[in-house]
């Protein structure tokens, strides 16, 4: 079956940097576009970050933007996401997830999700 274990997460300190790992099985990785969505206590689901199946179109939350960065390696069947300059405001579950078909953006569009992994950013 497929599953999603994401890793890296932790406590971190305004403006450093984290960097999450999502390990994938169960499905052939090439075939999926990928995403990380992020839920900060007491808000709903947030899109982060997502790549395309071929690693070649790429797209971020404008709140992101300039700081994180999504990618993926296909031979390991991972796809990560690099935070750097991280504000209080990052602190939250992140999740990866796996979309429905080579590219999506919107949640709806995704249907396999990890566990989830915490950053917390201290200011």
């Known amino acids: 079956q497929v599953q999603l274990v994401e890793s890296g997460g932790g406590l971190v300190q305004a403006g450093g940097s984290l960097r999450l790992s999502c390990a994938a099985s169960?499905?052939?990785?090439?075939?999926?576009?990928m995403g990380w969505f992020r839920q900060a206590p007491g808000k709903e689901r947030e899109y982060v970050a997502a790549?395309?199946?071929?690693?070649?179109?790429?797209n971020y939350a404008d709140s992101v933007k300039g700081r994180f960065t999504i990618s993926r390696d296909d031979a390991k069947n991972t796809v990560t996401l690099q935070m750097n300059s991280l504000k209080p405001e990052d602190t939250a579950v992140y999740y990866c997830a796996r979309a429905r078909a080579g590219y999506a953006v919107v949640q709806a569009l995704y249907d396999n999700w990890g566990q989830g992994t915490q950053v917390t950013v201290s200011s």
């Open positions: 790549i395309s199946r071929t690693g070649t179109i790429i």
């Open positions: 169960g499905f052939s990785f090439g075939n999926y576009g």
